[in-house]
């Protein structure tokens, strides 16, 4: 690089540009759990060439659907929950164990039949505070109707854990002549999305150290699968369902698109961001598309089936804000573009990992 | 936010937008500064709405992306130590260093903390007497007066465990240094609004008359954008060459006195390296004398590491226009957004990754 002083020369602007993110990590970071291109890389790049053949018909969707015989369809996902602070304006740690899974087995058009619950404590946790955590996971899995029905517990060393961690995994019944996958997308197609986004993401952030906010911002922790029953009844034309958690509606749409090889247009003015979301990511500098969400899910559906389906999700309490946000286009395949308040277009990306707050 | 929302109405920008196009009559290139307006530009998609032959270069106006490597690998190295809580902004920790960055040594043990304001990683240092803070202070002039007034408070109270690596850049002289450059397309300016919150817009004036170039104080929201270009195209067109302030509802002449006192105070300037661009004399500041003991880069005793970095990528000349993405030799083959080899094709914001996929991978290329 050359370098010179204005007046004794040329400055050389040529290497002008960010420094590329690096990609090539010997150790595990924290973005490799954000839900974006880290995720995806370590799944792809790690886990499914390890895994060989065990992962033949191993899904990246919410769940992975089982084919029992005679038209018996299974659901089944699992995930961990890792949130901090364990208690957080809207909810706390056990009922997201709960809707989560739910939610997940859900996006396959899944009735959910039971839940497994998996602890690992950390030496010192109060036992009120699990006592709490555990109450509250029977209330959601009694007002979803979901058993929970097997579990374990495992205490780990003071120091080595963040209080507790919970592990659902579930499984669910496909109703026959369900089919909603994640590859569906179809040119045509109308996105809807259930509601205003961005809310768990900033209230889980609003009550870290460091960041106060004027208003309380409360998560949208909630079950979907009224929501799914709702939509699946209402018309044949359901082709995608997503639940756009870590990394936001931004990953869910970009996952959608590259899997289903189509071409994706949102509607930037459409897409329901409430004003403190909005105020709270113009001030920590994050793209409310990125925040995630746990009470939401993002729709794809066919053209003439979508003012039905629409109908159907208002009418219920979870789908109350519902509205169609964009379509999918035979133009630009694999990528997802949104249209600007101003009118112009950009693309929409997958956060690369993390959310990191920007200072400019 | 109502007050916020007007600064987004699309019928104001559609109007200022007309006006834009009324006054162009030949070919200008702007310069927004700083990397708020470039991130609005792009959210907004402003560049595109821009009559024929105008055009937007993005400035060096991000402080993450100009912070020089070596100053990035002393943060390593003392992130890396025991005993040691290292704060920084968020964003500082996905910016390479010569081989890792700070989410690496928060993975190899190291205790990183991301803070929102200087303030914070001071109330860490009172938290936690028996352990080393230092404070990672980056930022232009904006974010100076926090990362001073923490410093100053730590000397007030004696708090011997806190120490700041500073590495504060200032942007008027790399707006005198990019107009005096002989590569350089830029017709006019717009300088960055929060930064003239503190200093005010007079250190351009002197800019402006050297130079011969408009100057205009230009806030963030596309609004405050779309007025910014309007008033620079009129000067230009004109053949008027001022600094002007469209950003009056936080921008005075003077600035902040308070917060420039406080610099002043705390702040020697300094030359300062600049990456990608080199070292642009009396461009930064560095912790005055009196409180040279608070200099993690003193006390540390961080060697002073001297790195090349790899220039195959042309980003910079892309982002000048001086070429097309796929005028670059790398643009394809060693450089795609799955291997990006530089900004440009990391995001898909980015000139090259759109090119890649608008223009290049649906001609069958393999992408």
Redesign the interface.
Known sequence: MAEQRPGEGELDVSGWTCPVPLRRHQRVVLGHGGGGVLSAELIEHLFLPAFGEAARTATLADAAVLELGEGVRLAFSTDSYVVRPLVFPGGDIGELAVYGTVNDLAMRGAVPLALSTAFVLEEGLELALLGRVAESMGRAARRVGVGLVTGDTKVVEAGHGDGLYVNTTGIGLVPRGVDVRPDGARPGDVVIVSGPIGLHGIAVLSVRDGIEFATEVRSDTAPLHDLVAAMLAAAAGVHVLRDPTRGGLAASLCEIAATSGAGIEIVESAVPVPAEVEAACNLLGLDPLHVANEGKLVAFVAADDADAVLAAMQGTEVGAGSVVVGRVTADHPGLVVARTALGATRIVDRPLGEQLPRIC | ?KY?SEF?D?EI??SLLARIEAAVTRPWAVMEV???QT?SI????????LPEGLSLIHG??????VTPLEMIDRSLAIAARDGVVFCS????????GSS??L??V???GGDVR????PL?ALAIARDNLDREVVFFA???E??APATAMAVHVARREGLGNFSMLVSHVLVPPAI???A?????RVDGFLAAGHVCTVMGSAPYEPLSELHQVPIVVTGFE?VDVLDGIRRCVRQLESGRHEVENAYPRAVRRDGNPAAKAMLDDVFDVCDR?W???????ASGWRLSERYASFDAERRFDVADVQV??P?R?????V??GLITPDECECFGGECTPRN??????????GAC??YY??RYQ?RGAD?
Not at chain 2, 42 to 49: E, V
Not at chain 2, 89 to 96: A, E, I, N, S, T
């Open positions: 936010m916020l987004r699309p920008a559609q700083c990397g708020g991130h792009i959210r907004y998609g402003i560049d595109q709405l060096p106006g991000c402080p993450v992306c902004f968020g964003d500082m920790l996905r910016v390479p890792r960055d989410t690496m928060r993975a190899e991301v803070v929102y304001s914070d980056v930022g232009f904006t974010t005198g240094a990019i005096a450059s002989a590569a350089s596309p390296r990456r990608g661009i080199g070292v642009i004399p090349e970095e220039a990528c042309r980003a910079g000349d982002l000048q990006p080899l530089g900004a440009p094709m990391v995001s898909s914001e990754a759109a996929q608008y649906y992408g």
